[in-house]
């Protein structure tokens, strides 16, 4: 044990000068039996004593238990070293990028770098050696509050940036064959991570803690331990515990679903969190549609109707039943971070659908702005319905501008269509921050588009129509008048 004074003893006798045998530097007397030495004298006499045969045996005691042990001095380096930690077999590069307070107030950007580095590290050591990648892995996770904690996160960038590396990382740990001794290890080392965290980067380790343990059994007897802590946790007004979600976890790995349910009801605020594992509880007795009601309920002023939303989908698709997940929750579940990142994802997700009619499922879902999909419908080569949403209601002056310049030779009426529309809703005021190059290129692009469709008449009326109107903003007015 580390600190812990030990004494040895040799079972045979030692010929010759003990100082030549064991260095003078340690003993420069007679050696005697059960000297007491400390750890690290110990270990240096063991690599100092030159001994002729294996049958030398160092009988080791440990002073604060009293048990022996043995070990064969020279079967292999460090035979006595057996309670101290192997030393690491590969140097992680992350390790010393990662140190305490490592990154300052403004280092949110430069430790998103670093985390993907580090991910890519590991990723790479994982082709070959699985269980050493995982074994990074938790250590990377150990690293994270200790070299993050000075930044400043309130962008949330660093939030995210994260939460994605704790993901992989977590996957990375599952994917590892490994034995229970070492994933007790595993989780012991985890879960004192989880406790040192400070702002919850590792919100999703506690989340899956049941997967984690691996087994039905080690995720019971986990529960077991925690279900008193997130009993008086609840009891008490404004209590909290960080190990709630790793309870029902491992309620719900251990397949104790009853109790599980009957826990969160027993919660003293309605929480998505929560009640997440119950509705997967439901799914794992094979009562779906229980479960789609289930979370229906629970809805709330801090639960996301998006997460609700795509587990019902997720639900139903499992069960095959697609016209229905899609009818029901699939525009809410795939909101993305732009409209035309929305519209592929569900393209992708139900490919028996046309990609027309999803879009009009979309835009009919925002009658209020429909000019919000025209980039969207630009995007997937459906130019009518695009220029019909510039019509009926206000498109982004740049989009619209792009648009008229990029199609003027592959579909100038498009493109004429387009830069009429920015000259209609310049004119009607309904763009913030218009300036005057925007009005010069919408009255350029319109001209030059309508020398190839041949509407140049037509075209010419509308800009007089414009310069003539007392509707059309004074503004636009002047700079049409000034061309």
């Known amino acids: 044990m580390p600190g812990a004074w030990l004494a040895f003893e040799w079972t045979h006798d030692i010929v010759g000068d003990p100082a030549t045998v064991i260095g003078a530097s340690l003993w420069s007397h007679p050696f005697t039996a059960n000297k007491a030495v400390k750890p690290r004298r110990m270990e240096a006499a063991n690599r100092q004593i ?7 045996i160092a009988r080791v005691s440990d002073h604060a238990t009293g048990w022996p042990r043995a070990a064969p001095i020279n079967a292999a380096p460090n035979a006595l070293e057996s309670n101290q930690m192997a030393k690491p077999k590969h140097r992680w590069e992350f390790r010393a990028r990662f140190r305490t307070n490592a990154f300052g107030w403004k280092g949110s950007k430069l430790a998103a770098e670093r985390l993907k580095e580090a991910l890519s590290e590991i990723k790479k050591v994982a082709r070959t050696d699985p269980v050493l990648a995982a074994d990074g892995a938790i250590l990377l996770m150990e690293k994270l509050w200790p070299a993050l904690a000075q930044i400043d996160t309130s962008s949330g960038a660093l939030g995210n940036a994260a939460g994605k590396t704790v993901h992989a990382l977590i996957d990375i740990v599952l994917a590892a064959p490994v034995d229970t001794t070492q994933n007790e290890r595993w989780l012991e080392r985890l879960q004192q991570a989880v406790d040192d965290d400070g702002v919850d980067y590792l919100w999703e380790v506690s989340e899956r803690w049941g997967e984690l343990c691996r087994t039905p059994e080690r995720a019971s007897r986990f529960a077991d331990d925690c279900l008193s802590l997130v009993r008086a946790s609840w009891q008490s007004a404004g209590g909290y515990c960080k190990w709630t979600p790793a309870c029902l976890s491992c309620l719900l790995k251990a397949q104790r679903h009853e ?21 997967q509880a439901l799914v794992a007795m094979g009562r779906g549609d229980e479960a789609i009601a289930y979370a229906q309920d629970s809805h709330g002023i801090n639960n996301s109707p998006t997460a609700i939303a795509q587990t019902c989908e997720a639900i139903l698709l499992e069960a095959g039943r697609s016209e229905e997940a899609y009818a029901r929750f699939a525009l809410e579940a795939n909101q993305a971070t732009t409209h035309l990142a929305t519209c592929r994802a569900l393209i992708k997700k139900y490919p028996g659908k046309e990609p027309r009619m999803i879009l009009n499922d979309l835009i009919a879902a925002t009658p209020s702005d429909p000019g919000r999909w025209f980039a969207t419908a630009k995007t997937l080569g459906f130019l009518e319905l695009a220029a019909e949403l510039a019509e009926r209601s206000p498109v982004d002056i740049g989009t619209l501008l792009r648009a008229a310049r990029d ?10 269509h387009a830069a009429m529309a920015a000259l209609r809703w310049m004119a009607a005021g309904r763009f913030y921050e218009l300036t005057a190059s925007d009005v010069w290129e919408a009255r350029r692009f319109a001209l030059e588009t309508a020398e190839r469709t041949g509407e140049s008449e037509r075209i010419r009326a509308f800009l007089d129509e414009l310069m003539a109107s007392s509707q059309t903003d004074a503004f636009v007015r002047q700079q049409l008048q000034a061309r």
């Open 50 to 56: 030159a001994l002729p045969s294996r049958n030398w």
């Open 259 to 279: 109790e599980l349910l009957a826990l969160i009801d027993t919660a003293p605020y309605l929480s998505w969190g929560y009640r997440c594992f119950g509705v």
């Open 407 to 416: 199609y003027q030779d592959s579909n100038p009426s498009f493109a004429s």
